[in-house]
């Protein structure tokens, strides 16, 4: 039987091995920043898709709503003359409407001025 050599160059030994760890080291670095990066980008998708899902119950909520108000203008008359009282200013037959401006300003009540400063006296 033929015998290998018991030993090889050290130094290529050493070139070898410092070749295997710097590519070890690479690849590493690669698949760390290619995770930091995924992990960033499904951050990104999951936020998205939560402000999606709550846009979609925020749109539903106000389906709902437009839905049981037409549902109330057809069947309540008394609701639809009381609406087009307030919306479109309509008025049954022998009615006086009027019309106040800026009446929704004086439901709130206004800050009371304040006093203007005496004027100093002048010394004689």
Same mark, same amino acid.
């Given at each position: ?45 999951? %936020?998205?898709? &939560? !402000?999606?899902?709550? $846009?979609y119950a925020a749109l539903e909520r106000t389906r709902a709503q437009t839905d049981r108000y037409v549902d ?19 008025a049954e037959p022998g009615e006086i409407v009027i019309r106040v401006d800026g009446a929704r300003n004086m %439901?709130?009540? &206004? !800050?009371?001025?304040? $006093? ?9």
């Amino acid at each position: 039987m033929e015998s290998e050599p018991t030993s090889r160059n050290p130094q290529t030994e050493k070139l070898f091995l410092w070749a295997a760890f710097i590519l070890f080291c690479t690849v590493l670095a690669f698949t760390w920043s290619t995770y930091g990066d995924e992990t960033a980008r499904l951050a990104g998708l999951r %936020a998205n898709e &939560q !402000k999606k899902e709550q $846009a979609y119950a925020a749109l539903e909520r106000t389906r709902a709503q437009t839905d049981r108000y037409v549902d109330r203008f057809g069947r309540d008359p008394e609701f639809v003359r009381d609406q087009a009282r307030e919306r479109m200013g309509v008025a049954e037959p022998g009615e006086i409407v009027i019309r106040v401006d800026g009446a929704r300003n004086m %439901a709130t009540p &206004q !800050k009371p001025a304040s $006093a203007p400063a005496a004027p100093a006296q002048a010394s004689r």
